[in-house]
């Protein structure tokens, strides 16, 4: 029988945040959760400074939040027995040091983020020079496993990015789903995401966008009639999932991405995944069957056209797609719960 772990849980309380669903998961796997989200020990800071704090990875906070952080934990009455930490920007080797002097447990690090790689770089900065501090790291890219031991980690671990079992999974659609390509995300301005949207709105593909900055872009003109800057969480957000014929699957290539969570939120939901081929998403579906891949806009604009003609096509797509996500393991249960059985081992 797996331990039950008390665990000291350091990330975002934001609503909808996938740290909040893996907080979650560790509850539902019956482990004791003590939360606190670090960002709340510090004072409101404005757009500026915000910027300022970003661009010097933290640093210029790690002294108040250090002391912020030892009076929080001073009033808790808690021993865990674990630490998990989950993103980590905020925490550098001050403070990770004031956890291990403090618990003298192990401490964990799940980051599905790269701050390895260059998009974010300063962002990453405090949490690089920590990287030795963390008895385990848990990263979703190969390619971080390889960089974070060069930074002096201890031990890494590769998992797959995935959904949550309470949050995404809708094993059967009440209505039939609309017809149409929905894309959920933000518009990142150097990955061109605007140029290959009007590029499948020219094709005459029904797309709809939902996320926030699309507005800023210098195609917000030919955008705007498809777009929604509604925010969506939750099981708000699965249900617009599963209203959509196909769903877009888009990579963001700065931060080094050949899989998402959406990669297998989008067919937990029981839709279908219309996605980018690359290699990771090649070895999680087979291509036709449980989703649907393009290599390029008008490949996309494509399939999209001749899938969105194709009721029954899109049915069993959407029944294999679903099968081959629950079946891979990938839900938050089975991540959390692997990653605490590789903890366990190395205490």
């Known amino acids: 029988m797996a331990s039950v772990e008390r665990i000291l849980h350091l990330g975002t309380g934001a609503l909808g945040s996938t740290t909040m669903h893996r907080r979650a998961a560790l509850l539902r796997l019956g482990h004791e959760v003590v939360a606190i989200d670090p960002l709340t020990l510090l004072p409101p800071r404005g757009k500026l400074w915000n910027r300022v704090h970003w661009l010097t990875g933290y640093r210029l906070l790690q002294t108040q939040l250090c002391v912020a952080l030892a ?33 003298g447990c192990p401490i964990l690090l799940y980051c599905t983020d790269d701050p390895t790689g260059l998009r974010d770089w300063n962002k990453f900065t405090s949490l ?10 848990v990263c979703c890219r190969d390619v971080n496993q390889s960089e974070w031991l060069a930074l002096g980690a201890a031990n890494v671990l590769r998992v797959w990015m995935g959904f949550d079992d309470f949050i995404h999974h809708l094993p059967q659609l009440i209505n039939p789903p609309k017809h149409e390509v929905t894309f959920i995300g933000v518009n990142i301005p150097h990955e061109k995401r605007d140029s290959f949207l009007v ?18 872009s210098p195609l917000w003109k030919t955008l705007k009639a498809s777009c929604s800057q509604s925010f969506f969480c939750d099981t708000d ?10 769903n877009l699957g888009l990579l963001s290539h700065g931060n080094r991405d050949l899989h998402t969570t959406r990669s297998l939120e989008v067919t937990a939901a029981s839709s279908v995944l219309l996605a980018e081929r690359t290699s990771e998403h090649q070895l999680i579906y087979e291509d036709g069957i449980e989703a649907l891949f393009w290599d390029t806009s008008q490949d996309c604009a494509l399939v999209a056209q001749q899938m969105l003609g194709n009721s029954v096509a899109l049915a069993g797509i959407r029944h294999f ?19 605490i059985a590789v903890i366990t081992s190395l205490k």
């Open 237 to 246: 957000y699965t249900a617009l999932l599963a209203r959509s014929a196909m």
């Open 71 to 103: 009076s929080a934990l001073g009033r808790l009455d808690f021993s865990p027995s674990l630490v998990w930490v989950d993103s980590g920007e905020l925490l550098g080797p001050t403070i990770l040091g004031l956890l291990r002097n403090i618990y």
């Open 199 to 216: 590029q499948l709105l020219s094709a005459q593909v029904p797309i709809t966008i939902h996320g926030p900055r699309w507005s800023r």
């Open 321 to 339: 797609g679903h099968r081959r996500a629950t079946e891979l393991g990938v839900g938050n249960n089975d991540t959390c719960r692997h990653i």
């Open 128 to 137: 690089r020079a920590a990287a030795s501090h963390y008895d385990l790291i």
